[in-house]
């Protein structure tokens, strides 16, 4: 207690001295257990004697500099020496092994390849699903492929027709929705439109896929890998709206509008308002006998289904009567078609010499001259007969471009005689909007 320098101190039993201040070798040396004194161990580090508690030693923690810790003083010096000397160093991660450094580098120039390579393989998948897809998007390239797939001279052509018609696709009414109540909305007929597999546009190319190209419904099916039912219900479906919506359009023309666009060629004949003629279309017979003696066709020697397409002179088609048993007769079907109220006193109609129709016709009448087997013909009458029959054979090259619509050229199966007739006016309508200028020589004017 006497080196322990407490003079006010009294020890007690339970007094204890720290083993701070006691050296090294005062202890036992007994590894694993508690320490304890060697016999005759005195305290000997005191405050007195200058001892003193060495401090702990830093954590690598606090040796690394804070991001929170005030930036080093800026010493003001005039030497230039001096300021090189306390110019920084850049960053540098000195942990980084050259080699985990060139590891890195190749790890991220393959990336960089497979990235590539990955965008290289998504446009090679967009353009095999694109090539598998027979819709109009495959050949929006292809203004010969539109030509023969919907007889549009070009994809832009086309594209404007579907401009005009696209607001009223949205109140189309398809065949699967015609035994719906009356009361049924505008939205719910909207969802059921949206049901269906391919886009309105996509729905309007397969349509003119097949007036154009006269494939069966199985073709459309393996082409375009819809059910052939649901081809069938897309093809009624379109032939019926456009025939309302096409049909809903006056083609017929003001004599005004004739006059305006007569062309040099009909210099005399400038009152004719129409050139009309016949067409007919072959169809399967029907095994009904009587349905047989309507269809057939003298002129064809076939069941057929006859129609009157009347063309204005500067050769816009602006009348399409409804189709008929082929056993009729031009003049039966001139005053069943619907043409004769449109008709006034100063227009003229161009016809063939088959129709004999002077008695229902309000105004004139241009038709070449019968050959008599007693006289023969005049002069001036074989002049003009040459010169109508001239002008005429125009109204047969627009017969003959609405029959460039394959489906026309063949035989009419009869599992589409119901739709037949708005098929056949939805083609004729459309051959306004098609092409340009039916008459070579009249496309300058």
């Excluded at 886009?199 to 073709?219: A, H, K, M, V, W």
């Excluded at 400038?270 to 009904?288: G, H, N, W």
């Excluded at 939805?426 to 004017?445: D, F, M, T």
Aim: glycine content about 4%.
């Amino acid at each position: 207690m006497v080196r322990v320098r407490r003079e006010d101190f009294t020890p007690s039993k339970t007094s204890r001295v720290c083993s701070r201040h006691f050296q090294k070798g005062d202890f036992v040396n007994n590894p694993g257990k508690l320490r304890k004194l060697k016999k005759g161990a005195i305290p000997t580090l005191f405050s007195w004697n200058d001892f003193q508690i060495p401090a702990p030693r830093a954590s690598v923690w606090e040796l690394r500099p804070r991001s929170d810790s005030p930036p080093p003083a800026v010493r003001d010096t005039d030497s230039e020496e001096e300021m090189e000397l306390d110019t920084l160093a850049p960053d540098h991660d000195y942990c980084i092994t050259p080699t985990t450094a060139m590891v890195a580098d190749q790890l991220a120039e393959e990336n960089d390849k497979l990235r590539q390579k990955v965008k290289e393989l998504e446009l090679h998948i967009e353009a095999l699903q694109l090539l598998s897809c027979f819709g109009l998007k495959r050949f929006a390239g292809s203004d010969e492929d539109i030509r023969f797939y919907t007889r549009f001279h070009s994809y832009d052509h086309l594209m404007a027709f579907w401009r005009l018609i696209e607001p009223a696709t949205s109140r189309m009414i398809r065949v699967t929705s015609v035994a719906r109540e009356a009361s049924a909305s505008v939205a719910e007929k909207t969802t059921a439109n949206k049901s269906t597999k391919l886009l309105p546009i996509d729905e309007l190319f397969l349509f003119l896929n097949y007036l154009s190209t006269g494939c069966t419904q199985r073709e459309l099916w393996h082409r375009i890998k819809i059910h052939r039912t649901t081809a069938s219900r897309i093809i009624t479906t379109w032939a019926n709206f456009l025939y309302c919506v096409l049909g809903a359009i006056c083609i017929w023309m003001t004599p005004e509008a004739i006059t305006a666009n007569l062309p040099p060629e009909f210099k005399d004949y400038a009152d004719t308002q129409v050139i009309v003629d016949c067409t007919e279309l072959r169809c399967q017979t029907p095994s009904s006998l009587v349905l047989q003696s309507e269809a057939y066709s003298h002129y064809k020697s076939h069941c057929t289904f006859k129609a009157m397409i009347g063309m204005a002179p500067h050769g816009p088609l602006t009348f399409v009567s409804a189709l008929y048993g082929g056993s009729i007769s031009d003049c039966e079907l001139f005053r069943l078609s619907g043409i004769i109220p449109l008709l006034s006193p100063d227009m003229a109609v161009m016809v063939d010499k088959g129709f004999r129709v002077e008695n229902l016709v309000p105004g004139k009448l241009h038709r070449p001259a019968f050959h008599s087997n007693n006289n023969q013909m005049a002069a001036q009458d074989v002049l003009e007969t040459q010169s109508i029959a001239r002008l005429g054979v125009h109204v047969e090259g627009r017969i003959r471009r609405v029959k460039e619509n394959k489906l026309f050229d063949t035989v009419i199966t009869l599992s589409i005689s119901g739709s037949i007739n708005q098929l056949f006016t939805v083609a004729c309508i459309l051959s306004n909007y098609q092409n340009g200028p039916l008459v070579k020589g009249w496309r300058e004017h």
